[in-house]
């Protein structure tokens, strides 16, 4: 297995008076891609932002490529190489495609050679791309979310369940970028509620719950073991659908 590229080691996050992430411990090898799972309220999604620096932890490192980025700035840890792509997306509606492009292309404009790669994938985003972002579906959001997040070559790629809401063909679309990400050694941690899309991609996986992590596997050992999977998930991963 790759050295980790992230790692967490007794991370706890604190929000307000809730104590979310209780000493959260795994680590994310580098050029692959960690499925992070558990039921709703797990921590999932605070421990994306915790790495991320959009929440602090109140305790433990949180350390990328051997440096502890737990008390820096967001923007500091987006230079340093990590990108993220929240459940919400986080495009700006009033702006055209090709602004919010440009607006994540840290040099100030996007490179042509990755555009045309990002359009493979994602050809309405040239369709729309002097568009207002707001005009576009709920899917054609996301495709701009992720597209913002690779503009560039990242080390790391943070996903917040990418496929929630959107539609067959475009998840097949994000299998095929998500692939190619990973052939050229960019390292994703993803969190994710459609399995099929998760056992695809996903090398290696941990599972939380009320705030720790309960479980580290290989994905594909956890997708044969169908008993580990109830006793984690309270379900088969394929008939948790919604809830993973």
């Known amino acids: 297995m790759a050295e980790p590229l992230l790692k967490l080691e007794g991370v706890h996050t604190h929000i307000g008076q809730y104590h979310i992430l209780q000493g959260v411990d795994f680590e994310v090898p580098a050029a692959g891609l960690t499925v992070l799972l558990g039921r709703n309220g797990a921590g999932k999604t605070t421990t994306l932002r915790t790495i991320m620096g959009l929440?602090?932890?109140?305790?433990?490192?949180?350390?990328?490529?051997?440096?502890?980025?737990?008390?820096?700035?967001?923007?500091?840890?987006?230079?340093?190489?990590?990108?993220?792509?929240?459940?919400?997306?986080?495009?700006?509606?009033?702006?055209t495609v090709q602004e919010n492009m440009i607006l994540a292309a840290r040099k100030g404009a996007p490179d042509a050679a990755r555009l045309d790669w990002i359009f493979g994938f994602f050809p309405a985003l040239k369709r729309f791309w002097t568009h207002p972002a707001g005009v576009l579906s709920g899917g054609q959001k996301q495709m701009l979310s992720i597209?913002?997040?690779?503009?560039?070559?990242?080390?790391?790629?943070?996903?917040?369940?990418?496929?929630?809401?959107?539609?067959?063909?475009?998840?097949?679309?994000?299998?095929r970028a998500f692939t190619e990400l990973k052939r050229d050694n960019t390292t994703i941690l993803l969190v994710e509620q459609n399995f099929r899309f998760a056992e695809a991609l996903g090398d290696t996986v941990a599972v939380m719950d009320d705030g720790r992590i309960v479980h580290r596997d290989q994905m594909a050992?956890?997708?044969?073991?169908?008993?580990?999977?109830?006793?984690?998930?309270?379900?088969s991963l394929e008939a948790h659908g919604a809830d993973v």
């Not at 044969?224 to 379900?235: H, P, S």
Request: negative net charge.
């Open 55 to 95: 929440w602090k932890p109140s305790q433990g490192r949180v350390l990328f490529d051997g440096r502890d980025i737990g008390g820096m700035a967001t923007p500091d840890i987006s230079m340093s190489g990590i990108a993220y792509v929240p459940e919400s997306m986080g495009v700006f509606a009033d702006l």
């Open 221 to 235: 050992r956890l997708a044969a073991d169908k008993a580990t999977q109830e006793r984690l998930l309270g379900l």
């Open 147 to 175: 597209a913002r997040a690779v503009i560039e070559p990242r080390r790391l790629i943070l996903i917040d369940e990418p496929t929630k809401g959107i539609a067959p063909a475009i998840i097949d679309n994000m299998i």
